[in-house]
């Protein structure tokens, strides 16, 4: 049977790191615990989902530069991630004319 | 004939043998992989907008909401049960466990990615087995929702002279039959993501158990499956706000 001494060096856990990304996780859940509350308690319509997509990029935010730790890469790296996604942002605007087109010839 | 190369951007860090981006290739073809990856799902989310968008919407007090073929369904009218307890209106609650699952395995992908950068095998171990542990929980659950919104409620409404019970990719009980088919498609394509999250993760949890990482000098490998990882717990925040919430 092969057997190995691991020389391996364990470094001790940073207690302040460690800390930080539980107080992310814990911003993670606030948030969605805020987004239930609105959900019950405010009437459907335009500014509802206004928030509720504002509150949704300030969780991706937290993931994408935190738990990928996109934040803390080069600038050149998080700019390849983000710009491509200004195409995506196009796209809701031309398909959302186009829903409005389909609603107003269909009914 | 070495004399006659030409070096057209000596000192540039994009001559070759170092890293521009200071992250290594395996994490920036991940990265890339993940912003394709993302761009099918915006596809998917913005394309149930539009269809959403070209159906009318229910207009008046939420209490008097009726399912109906006519106008798109309320969400927290559609997805209101919880397992073993029938017949209970408790909108958007077994969703809300799915989404606190998702971010705590995504919170225990972390610590195992910050346990790989101390070379901690014990930690890893146990940080990716309550990852894997939090997927196989979600997909749990999203097998219970499938079945539950296929099966169907009490509130079948009647349409024509058939009783419509449940969904399927034709017609449902709840709306627009592009409304099952846009559930179907968007959640069950995230599911996948899921699962095969948990395949690779598992996979690696394999690699680590045995010692590989700990050989190769590095836990790099847990900092992509970690990567790929995030990105499904990402998309379901947008699921969950556009196909649930709003």
């Known amino acids: ?107 | 004939m070495a004399n006659t190369a030409v070096v057209v951007n000596e000192g540039s860090p994009w001559r070759g043998g170092v890293e521009p981006m200071k992250a290594s290739y395996g994490k920036l073809m991940m990265w890339f992989f993940l912003l394709s990856d993302a761009f099918t799902f915006s596809a998917l989310l913005i394309t149930y907008g539009m269809i959403r968008y070209s159906h009318p919407a229910f207009e008046g007090a939420i209490s008097d909401f009726a399912f109906s073929q006519e106008y798109w369904p309320i969400p927290e009218m559609v997805f209101d049960a919880i397992p073993f307890v029938h017949g209970i209106h408790a909108p958007l609650v077994f969703v809300g466990i799915m989404t606190f699952i998702l971010i705590l395995s995504s919170v225990t992908m972390v610590l195992a990615v910050e346990a790989g950068h101390r070379m901690d095998k014990q930690a890893v171990e146990k940080w990716m087995l309550w990852t894997i542990v939090g997927g196989l929980m979600f997909l749990g659950c999203q097998a219970w929702e499938w079945s539950h919104f296929i099966a169907g409620t009490d509130l079948a409404k009647n349409v024509g002279s058939n009783l419509l019970q449940g969904a399927s990719l034709t017609a449902n009980q709840y709306g627009p039959s592009n409304f099952a088919a846009l559930f179907f498609f968007i959640t069950g394509f995230h599911g996948f993501h899921v699962f095969s999250g948990v395949v690779i993760n598992f996979a690696i949890f394999y690699q680590v158990t045995v010692g590989k990482m700990e050989r190769v000098g590095h836990y790099e490998m847990v900092e992509k499956v970690g990567l790929y990882w995030h990105f499904v717990d990402l998309v379901w925040v947008f699921v969950f706000t556009f196909f649930y919430l709003i």
Do not use: C, R
């Not at chain 1, 049977?1 to 940073?14: F, G, L």
């Not at chain 1, 959900?39 to 969780?59: D, E, N, R």
């Not at chain 1, 004319?97 to 107003?104: D, F, K, M, R």
């Open chain 1, 1 to 107: 049977m092969e057997h190995q001494t691991s020389n391996v060096q364990v470094i001790p856990a940073d207690k302040a790191k460690i800390m930080k990304i539980w107080k992310v996780a814990g911003i993670l859940a606030a948030i969605t615990i805020v987004e239930f509350i609105i959900a019950f308690t405010v009437p459907a319509g335009g500014a509802k989902s206004f928030v509720f997509i504002a509150l949704t990029i300030w969780k991706a935010f937290y993931i994408v530069s935190e738990f990928m730790h996109l934040g803390h890469e080069k600038k050149s790296l998080i700019m390849s991630i983000l710009l491509p996604l200004l195409f995506v942002i196009f796209l809701i605007f031309i398909l959302m004319v186009q829903g409005a087109s389909i609603l107003e010839v269909l009914h």
